[in-house]
Each structure stands twice: as C-alpha cells, then as structure tokens.
C-alpha cells in the first residue's frame, strides 16, 4: 500500500513530536562518507538546496518557519521514519528499490542524516 | 503476491532456484515487501486491485547472467518485463504490464564501458542513468554533453528504447542511439550494427552496418533486452542563446511555424521550440489570441549571435508586426555556481528533477498523455482547442496541458498531464478521460508517440491502417522470435500468440 498525503501527514507529526535527536557520531571527512555519497546521489537532484528541487520546494511550502526545508539540516527524523519515505514513497516521490539503495546503503544513509 | 499466469507453485519455487543459482540469493526477490517496490509509484490503479505487480524480481549483473535468465524463463514459460532504471513515471514506471510477470531488474547493470571525448559517443549498460554519465563527464573533465530527458535519474537505455527526447540538437534519443547489445527471447546474443562485426572499431560510429537496419524493433518492444547501447553525445558547445519571438493574433501562427520549419528544418534553430500561449493553458478562458515561440540556439559564440539575428530578419520580413526578445546567454563551461543557480539546466545538458514539481505536494504522481500533432499553425491551433476543450468539459484540473513543443524534430507534442490522487473514484475519471482522449485524438490524426502501460491496447487500435497491418506484422515477428511468448506481454499492444488465443 502506497503512502497518500493523509497517511504521511500523521507520520510526519508523530516524527516531528518524537523529536529524536541522535547524538553526531564522529564524522570522517565528507567524501568519505558513504552515507553522505548515497545521499548525494540519490536525494540532492530533489531535496538539494537552490532552484528546481522539488523536494525542497514542496517542504518549505508545508513547513514554512517550522522546519528547515533541507533534509540535511532537520534534527527531528528518525530511520524508520526515513526508511518508511524512501521504500514506500510520498507524493510524487517514488518508492527505491533494494536495486537502487541495499538496504545497507539505506542504513549508512540514514546514519549520515540522524548524524 | 501473485504467481506468474499459467504456472504452478511447485514449477515457479523451482524458477526461483534456478535464478537464485545465477545472480545469488541475495539478488531474487520473492517476498511480499520486496516485490511491492515494483509497483508503478504512479499508477492510475493505485489501491485498486488492477494495480499491475509482479510475482519476483531477478537483478543480473552481467550480459550471461541475463541470457541464463531468459533460457529460464523459456523453459517454465515465465513472463518477462525488464527494466533499466525503473523510472519509466508516467506511462508505468517500474511495473510490468502483466500482473505475475517476474521482473528483469537491469539497475544492476551501470558500467560505463566507454566515453569518447574525440568521436563524441558513450557505450552504456541499461542501470546507467543519465546523472551517472553526466557526472561521470563532469569527473574526467570532459568536453562533451549528454541531452537528458525531464527525469535526470532515468537511464539512457530505457529512456532510448522508449523513444524518449529532451531538449538539445541531440533531443531525439532514438536518433542519437548507435549500436545495440540484445539479449534475444531464446538467450541468443545479437549485436546490431557494426557490432556484428568481430573487431570493427566503429560500433558506436555507423549505425546501419550491413542488411536490414534492426534496432528499432527493439524499441517498445518485447522482442529482446538490451544490454549494451551506444550514445552518440554533443561536442561541448561555445555558448548557448535563447530568443523570443511573439505575435499577438492567432492568425498569423500558420505563417510564423512555416519560417520556424525553415530555420530549424535547415538547422540555424537547434534544440526544442516551445510556444507559449494563454490558449494553451486554462488561464484566461481560452479566448485568448497571441503566441510567443521560445528558439534555442546551440554553437559558437558569435554564430549564435548570428543565428539569432537572421531568425529575426526572416520572422520580419514575413511578419513585420513580430516582437523578438533576447533570451539568456550562457558560455560554457558554467561555473558550479551558475548552475546551481539554474531553475532548470536540462536544455543546458545537465540532468535534473525540476519537472518533477509537476502536481508535487498536491498528487500522488501523474500520467502523460502525448500525441504527436502536423508541426503547421492550423493543425497546432485545432489541437490546442479540441485539447483544452475536452479536458474542460471533463473537468480536468487546470495545470495539466503543456505548450505544444516540438519535442521530436519535424513535428509538434502536445504533453497533457493528468494529476493521479489518492482517490480511487478520481482515477477512474481520469483512465476513461484518457481513454476518449486517446480516440478523440486519433479522430483527427494525432496519435500517441508512447503511452502508459495501462493503455497500450488501447493506443495500438489506434495505429489501423489496412486492417492493423502493423500489429498484425508486429505479431508476426514476436511469435516467430519469441515463440513462448516470454518477453514482455502485452507491451505495446503487442501479445504473444498463446496469449492472444487466450484473449480470444
């Protein structure tokens, strides 16, 4: 079952009072990150800053001042939240398969954004 | 999930093994989770039970790995659906087109064989995407340019082998493809082209090789899988120039396309002509009068000056009353901040996702409805009305018709964008809307340059002449080359014989 906008919307809330805050695991540097390269790869044509990210764009418009529009500055998500997104999809956002992110690769990609 | 048609628990556990032993346990997906990531993320049957899913998904790695694959699927007769990239949003995605299928999921496959900055060509795997060769050039420092398509995470094969453009000299990705490897329905390997032939340096070079051209029966095709593509890219250019050039009556659009034709049909206007129009949206209730046609120009710095400037001498002497407005410039190579400053660099030969804010934040995805419309003002001004005036009286909401572009050189597309919801009620007006719109259109000659899995029948019965003697001979091939019928059914509107005899 494919998650609809009244679906992600409770989840979002949930996250977003969860308020996780893991601490930041000491970080290599940025390019050696594979976290960070998976991210770069796969999320920044669309959740990257600058004009033509839709991702960004549709994230500003629904949180306004509440939460940053960049994936990588928000402290709120947590990796089943994360998960959930990126192998189920939202909006115009499809799913990935185990093709595109391993779940190994999804698992160092979320280590990189709850870093 | 379901079992492939026609085939038995016992024989497709015993399929499964077989795949297993070929690509490892870890690359055959079986459960329910895994397989529910090959549904169409943008299906027009999302929620229903219609939704197209398949039984398991197979991921070779190699170009063997696919030909084992294959032989397996002829002995326990398993319907095949291969994807690249499998981001085909819009007509299917990664779904296949028969519930059961098991898929081919080729993301595995991106090696970049070959980039030649000197011959100006690439030979790809299907998994390479277009950000994968674009970053790939941008990493050796390369002078050359792909021509993405909208979606920049597509691949090159899949978007190629669906006939796929963008918006550069090299937007007809047909056009721009050299050299296939193909996988064919009994696991034989052909090459097509010089490819055939053992040792020849020009594979990516000289398309045709010698007899029958083949490589465009493997487009839309269920007639093999392709492995290995050649793409020929653009040589760098100098510096790229945008125009505007506007009328303000509707009359004078048949006169305006005839010198457009000539200036892009002899090669001064280069990549994707657009017309913007308020008749071609739904702002102004559709009595509007006036078009503004945007004109790309690709080359030397001063010639695209020149360019420009003679495109506006000739419009002028036919069309005395024409505005013209300069457009951005931009010499390459653009500095990173350039770029990142750029809502929309594909015409600039940099992949992005900026058409993905299409319906983003409101809809659940989209479905393109594209028929192919006389590159003439009358043929482009009845389309835009009939158009606009259907969705209308279907209550179609008011984002989804594009300008008409010419999207493929020598002819007008004319994309509408149906917004798919949450709601299954929703998409069920939506797939009848498309359907009469698929008809209407064809009452009048415009017919779909491809289409969303659900509707390939229906596009195909469009396709008539001499009694359908394109599907006929369509059917005609696929039962000779793919006697079990194996390789993606239905595709197209095409099936294999034993599936046809079961329609029947």
């Not at chain 2, 696929?478 to 390789?487: A, C, E, H, L, M």
Request: glycine share 10%; hydrophobic share 40%; aromatic share 10%.
């Amino acid at each position: 079952m494919r998650r609809t906008a009244g679906m992600v919307h409770g989840v979002l809330l949930a996250a977003a009072l969860g308020a996780i805050v893991l601490p930041a695991p000491a970080r290599s540097q940025e390019n050696e990150d594979p976290g960070k390269a998976h991210y770069d790869k796969w999320c920044t044509p669309c959740h990257g800053d600058g004009p033509g990210k839709p991702g960004t764009d549709v994230l500003r418009q629904r949180y306004g001042d509440r939460l940053p529009a960049l994936l990588e500055e928000r402290t709120d998500m947590t990796a089943d939240y994360l998960r959930t997104f990126v192998r189920e999809g939202i909006g115009v956002m499809p799913q990935f398969r185990k093709t595109e992110l391993t779940d190994s690769e999804l698992a160092a990609m979320i280590e990189y954004l709850l870093r | 999930m379901p079992l492939p048609p026609g085939v038995n628990e016992t024989d497709f556990a015993a399929a499964l093994d077989e795949f297993r032993r070929v690509v490892g346990n870890e690359w055959v997906f079986s459960s329910d989770a895994d397989v529910d990531l090959y549904r169409d993320a943008y299906s027009p049957f999302l929620n229903e039970p219609e939704d197209p899913v398949p039984s398991a998904a197979v991921a070779p790695q190699t170009t063997e790995q696919v030909q084992a694959c294959v032989r397996i699927a002829n002995r326990y007769l398993l319907p095949l659906w291969a994807i690249s990239t499998g981001k085909n949003l819009g007509y299917g995605g990664s779904a296949p087109r028969v519930s059961g299928s098991v898929m081919i999921d080729l993301k595995r496959m991106d090696r970049i064989l070959e980039i030649s900055e000197t011959n100006h060509y690439a030979l790809v795997e299907p998994g390479v995407s277009y950000f994968d060769l674009y970053r790939e050039i941008q990493a050796r420092g390369l002078k050359v340019w792909i021509d993405p398509p909208d979606p920049g995470w597509g691949s090159l094969v899949g978007n190629t082998l669906e006939r796929g453009g963008g918006y550069t000299p090299m937007r007809d990705h047909f056009a721009a493809q050299c050299g296939m490897e193909v996988v064919l329905p009994d696991g034989e390997l052909l090459r097509t082209g010089m490819g055939a032939l053992p040792g020849a340096g020009t594979w990516q070079q000289y398309r045709y090789g010698f007899g029958p051209y083949l490589d465009g029966i493997f487009t839309q095709s269920s007639l093999g899988i392709v492995t290995r593509m050649g793409v020929w890219l653009l040589p760098e250019p100098e510096a790229y120039r945008r125009g505007t050039v506007a009328i303000d009556s509707n009359e004078d659009l048949g006169a305006l396309i005839e010198e457009i034709n000539y200036l892009m049909n002899s090669n001064t206007v280069q990549g994707t002509l657009r017309l913007q129009s308020a008749l071609a949206s739904f702002e102004d209730g559709g009595v509007s009068q006036g078009w503004a046609a945007e004109l790309q120009f690709y080359g030397p710095d001063r010639v695209v000056d020149a360019q420009w400037e003679h495109s506006q001498e000739r419009v002028r002497r036919r069309l005395p009353q024409a505005s013209f407005t300069d457009g951005p410039k931009y010499r390459f190579p653009l500095s990173e901040a350039e770029i990142a400053g750029l809502a929309n660099a594909v015409p600039l030969g940099i992949p992005g996702l900026s058409a993905f804010s299409f319906g983003a934040g409101q809809n659940q995805g989209h479905l393109w409805f594209a028929p192919i419309i006389p590159m003439t003002g009358e043929a482009i001004l009845d389309a835009v009305t009939v158009l606009r005036g259907a969705l209308a009286d279907l209550g179609v909401p008011a984002n989804a018709l594009i300008p008409p572009q010419s999207y493929f050189p020598r002819s007008i597309v004319i994309f509408v964008g149906f917004p798919i919801t949450a709601d299954i009620e929703t998409n069920r007006r939506t797939r009848e809307t498309y359907r009469r719109l698929v008809s209407l259109a064809a009452e009048r000659g415009w017919g779909e340059y491809r289409t969303h899995i659900a509707f390939m029948d229906e596009v195909m019965d469009c396709y008539s002449f001499n009694d359908h003697a394109l599907r006929r001979f369509h059917e005609h091939m696929k039962d000779s080359i793919d006697p079990n019928g194996i390789i993606a059914p239905g595709k197209n509107g095409i099936w294999p014989a034993r599936w046809r005899n079961q329609q029947a």
